[in-house]
């Protein structure tokens, strides 16, 4: 018996997804556990497997589709199968991406709100206020028997908002023309016809930037419609034209992080404490680290290509350097809960990584417990696996304490935002080469900027410090890190 498959739930946070790929086609048969399609979540692109065995009887939705979780996305059943009440019921065949992001909240609105649909807007308003009584000359039509309404009262104003009368328009009816009465006005002396036009506004709207192509002629249609807001950014008042922006429509993992980081800033009251750490014998370490594992290193056959050596980063050392610290200081390894604060017995520090579609933080598990070598490879194959979207959800949640590092692309120093539920971030920026003086005398070395962002309902000013005291203490006595 032929039956739908949804949109599973791929990830703890997932709401929707967008559908990559289609790895099955119409027709295909299918065993449980076979690979139907790739989606894109807000953490990774997962892998969306059968439950069941069957046939691909209907594919219900187009590759780049976004899918709200639950929904219908293919037709599975036995080859022949009639399922036409199935398809209609789903929907009736493919879905395709919605224009916008909140389309569903959106279209539900107008419905509502019908005899206000001609309301001004936003974009709108960007244009000289109409006076009231300009409208007056548009009501022309013989009186009708209804008592006469006050001027400038809310309900003349819906009747006049309602569409011109017959007789302006050459008898063409206004009724479903998403216009203000501006937009209208403006439109009737110019002799343009809104009847049959579609504009660049949200749900097809005419708006004041539409008139000059109607004008000439050029109706916007749909799909070439703009964005809500991209009219008005490419018109402003004054005739002045600006180019139209380049528009980028949300990822799930853009969203996510729109709306974590927003949540972050709004919730978790922040404050900073920003060290300079003495680099140079940090810096040195690494050089002879490196140096004792190319000598190591396997060797390259003769007429072979040459191996790459392994290398470790100064991040990778931060990384041993941090989990030390917060070991020496558990009270920085905590998160905030309503009802107490949680000292983790753990040390996962989150690795922030940038990807195209934005950041992911890998988790390196129990990092105080690793060598720096052990990390240096678990951070390239995490950050690898990020870069091609094949991180599993476990992989990149449940940290205890992030770290952010913009060092190699030359930023100084900076303040990252908490990655909740964590009560701190560490913010690493470059090694900077600077005169510092030691023993009296001003030498070249080294400096390496450090900003701790922490969560003051878990963190205090003085935990803080102590912890950045620990981390400066290990990052200038560096083999410290590898004994420790």
């Given amino acids: 018996m032929a039956k739908i498959l949804d949109m599973p739930k791929l990830s703890p946070t997932m709401e929707e997804g967008v559908l990559a790929t289609w790895h099955k086609k119409e027709g295909d048969s299918v065993e449980v556990d076979d690979l139907l399609a790739e989606v894109e979540t807000d953490k990774a692109t997962m892998e969306f497997r059968a439950f069941d065995k069957g046939t691909i009887l209907k594919l219900l939705v187009e590759p780049g589709a976004t899918v709200k979780l639950g929904q219908a996305v293919a037709v599975l059943g036995e080859k022949g199968e009639d399922v036409s009440d199935l398809v209609a019921k789903a929907g009736g ?41 300009e409208e007056a000359p548009a009501k022309k039509e013989p009186a009708k028997p209804a008592a006469p309404i006050e001027k400038g009262s809310p309900l003349s104003r819906t009747e006049r908002d309602a569409g011109p009368p017959p007789a302006e328009g050459g008898g063409t009816s206004s009724e479903r023309v998403l216009a203000s009465p501006y937009v209208r006005k403006v439109a009737r002396e110019r002799g343009i016809d809104l009847a049959s036009a579609s504009g660049s506004g949200e749900h097809g709207r005419i708006v004041p930037g539409d008139l000059e192509k109607l004008a000439r002629g050029e109706p916007k249609s749909e799909e070439s419609a703009s964005p809500k807001g991209a009219d008005a950014l490419a018109k402003v008042p004054g005739g002045l034209s600006l180019a139209a922006p380049e528009v980028r429509k949300l990822s799930p993992m853009r969203k996510t992080i729109a709306r974590r980081l927003t949540q972050s800033k709004q919730t978790v009251p922040h404050f900073y404490l920003t060290i300079d750490v003495d680099a140079e014998e940090l810096s040195a370490l690494r050089e002879r680290i490196n140096a004792e594992l190319a000598a190591a290193g396997p060797k390259a056959k003769p007429g072979a ?8 980063s100064v991040n990778d050392l931060l990384i041993k350097a941090v989990a030390g610290a917060l070991v020496r200081v558990p009270e920085c390894n905590a998160s905030f809960t309503e009802e107490a604060i949680l000292i983790h017995r753990r040390v996962d520090v989150s ?43 476990e ?53 390496l900027a450090l900003t701790l962002s922490c969560d003051h309902r878990v963190v205090d000013g ?21 004994t420790g």
């Fill in 305 to 312: 290509e040459p191996v790459k050596p392994e290398k470790i």
């Fill in 351 to 393: 690795v922030a990584v940038a990807i195209p579609d934005g950041l992911v933080t890998p988790v390196v598990r129990n990092a105080d417990q690793k060598s720096v070598v052990a990390i240096a490879r678990e951070v390239r194959d995490l950050a690898s696996r990020a870069r091609a979207k094949k991180l599993k959800p």
């Fill in 395 to 447: 992989e990149m949640s449940d940290g205890t304490f992030s770290i952010s590092n913009l060092g190699m692309f030359g930023i100084d120093a900076f303040s990252a935002v908490i990655n909740p539920p964590e009560g701190a971030i560490l913010a690493v920026g470059q090694t900077r080469d600077e005169p510092v003086v030691k023993n009296g005398q001003v030498v070249p070395g080294k400096k």
């Fill in 462 to 482: 003085a935990v803080g410090a102590a912890f950045l005291a620990e981390l400066r203490d290990l990052l200038e006595h560096p083999m410290r890190i590898l």
């Fill in 93 to 133: 065949g493919a879905a395709p991406a919605p224009k916008k992001d909140d389309g569903e909240k959106k279209d539900e609105k107008p419905a509502k709100k019908e005899p206000s649909e001609e309301a001004p807007t936003a974009e709108d308003k960007k244009e000289p206020a109409e006076p009231p009584k």
